[in-house]
């Protein structure tokens, strides 16, 4: 499985887009990207998936670079309730998921 | 369908004690994960079924946890003999087998408290 590396925590304001950055430099050709969500005391709730270039659903963005070696989720307009944990996932479709320690988001007022 | 439902949602319980902790997935999936959680890290996979069949078992998942899918449906996973150790978040999540996207819906957990 391939190895993600994202930052520990980010702060950022109401209002503010949010980019979160995860560096996967050995993912494999048939690997997908996801993106998961977890608040304090609740199960990981899955965001976004993409394999390759923009995907855009109601809750966020995620932008895929040609060569896959990252991945930026995007959160448009943040609010409080986005402070959460992010995790970024990488592996085929039907592996067994593992999570790193995501990237703690924290938004102030 | 109400999705991932997890029981109880609190345990606490002495060193020594055994454990069970029940998972009933969502209805049409054939995946059932198990992961445990601790303070300040992700979610840490401990086995998964494809319908009764437990395909993948973690080497975290000692002699003292044993997990089983009977009937393909809901899920129990038994800790024997606990430990301090074992305190933690135990999260359950289906999925769809194959086919498309494998998204994981996971339950709220069940928090261990072992005194």
């Known amino acids: 499985l391939a190895k993600t590396t994202q930052p520990i925590s980010m702060d950022s304001y109401e209002g503010q887009e949010v980019n979160i950055t995860c560096s996967h430099n050995n993912i494999a050709t048939n690997d997908y990207i996801t993106w998961y969500q977890q608040f304090p005391s609740q199960g990981p709730r899955f965001i976004i998936q993409?394999?390759?270039t923009k995907v855009t659903n109601e809750v966020a963005s995620l932008f895929i670079p040609a060569d896959r070696k990252s991945s930026t989720l995007s959160l448009p307009r943040v609010s409080l309730s986005d402070t959460a944990v992010y995790y970024c996932?990488?592996?085929?479709?039907?592996?067994?998921?593992?999570f790193g320690k995501g990237t703690r988001l924290h938004i102030l007022p | 369908d109400t999705g991932v439902s997890q029981n109880p949602r609190h345990k606490i319980t002495k060193r020594g004690q055994n454990v069970t902790f029940r998972c009933d997935p969502i209805?049409?999936?054939?995946?059932l994960y198990w992961y445990r959680q601790t303070l300040g890290q992700g979610p840490e996979f401990l086995t998964y079924f494809q319908n009764e069949a437990q395909l993948e078992k973690s080497r975290l998942l000692s002699d003292r946890f044993s997990a089983e899918r009977p009937k393909g449906s809901f899920s129990t996973l038994e800790i024997q003999r606990t430990e301090q150790g074992d305190s933690a978040m135990y999260l359950c999540a289906s999925s769809p087998a194959g086919g498309g996207a494998n998204v994981l819906t996971f339950g709220a957990g069940s928090r261990l408290t072992v005194l």
């Open positions: 993409g394999y390759k």
């Open positions: 996932l990488v592996g085929e479709r039907d592996d067994k998921i593992i």
């Open positions: 209805s049409e999936h054939n995946r």
